[in-house]
């Protein structure tokens, strides 16, 4: 294959780290509403002490396991978040084809258990991709994609 025949090369379009944390606010926010009534419903309903649950810092890990299983499901179904969808972007492994589901449960688990570790170590190691270390250990990259590129080779025919 020659790297110069405009056939068989494609681009890669690295999504903005902007784009990408603002993304993760939408998802953040939805999984955050969804988790916080998730537990105090729980807390409710089994007469327990919700207050000291919550300043015990207790909320961590089930709102993580939330944002794992949140990530593994969209991301491996569409490549998207809701957040992703917002801001046209979406995650591929490293040849801008889907992911596996390997790949993805790798690439979330950074996001949902130690993201700040992630990000700015992935800042400082492999900024040319712009992956965090999950991504990078995942294969995983998150993309930017035109709204032309979804819709450029539809044709409507009515039956």
């Not at 780290?17 to 998730?38: N, P």
């Not at 972007?89 to 889907?98: A, Q, R, S, V, Y």
């Not at 449960?105 to 999950?134: A, H, Y």
Request: charged share 25%; net charge neutral; aromatic share 12%.
């Amino acid at each position: 294959m020659n790297d110069t025949d405009d056939h068989t090369s494609s681009k890669i379009i690295l999504a903005k780290w902007k784009d990408r944390f603002f993304a993760w606010i939408v998802d953040f926010i939805i999984i955050s509403a969804i988790s916080t009534l998730v537990i105090f419903i729980s807390f409710q309903s089994l007469d327990h002490e919700l207050e000291n649950f919550i300043m015990n810092d207790g909320t961590y890990v089930p709102t993580s396991i939330m944002f794992f299983l949140y990530w593994i499901i969209l991301e491996y179904k569409t490549g998207q978040t809701i957040g992703k969808k917002m801001f046209n972007l979406k995650i591929t492994n490293i040849h801008g084809e889907k992911p596996n589901l390997k790949e993805v449960m790798i690439s979330s688990l950074g996001k949902s258990f130690i993201l700040p570790i992630d990000v700015v170590l992935g800042w400082m190691l492999t900024n040319e991709k712009r992956q965090r270390i999950f991504n990078k250990l995942g294969e995983t990259l998150v993309v930017k994609i035109k709204e032309s590129d979804n819709t450029a080779n539809i044709k409507y025919i009515k039956d």
